[in-house]
């Protein structure tokens, strides 16, 4: 098997095991050391809590009706994004840099540095 083998839609089990296993690591350590993270998780939590339209458009519910949103609803709405966008970046940016950890252990490990 070649790298250009590899894609996200259709992982070996052992590297979605370890995909899985770099999610959970990349999450707890965000959540110990990054306050701003966990700042945009608990505003997070409290807009789903306040307003239950996120949720449904959040986990990809069935929309059986048209939605006519208030300004409050709308604004509320536009933050649940952001803060989500905000989320998924500094995910992102965590993974890249474990990925650049491992690959730094690696290299040392094989004496190439």
Known sequence: MKMKDFTTYDLPLWLNAAVEELERRCIAELKEENLFYKEVLEETSKLLNQHRFISTLADKDPITEPMNLSLEET???????????????????QSYLLGCRHALEILLLLKMI
Do not use: Q, T, V, W
């Open 75 to 93: 604004k509320a709405l536009s933050r649940f994004l952001a803060l989500e966008g905000d989320r998924r970046d500094m995910e992102n940016i």
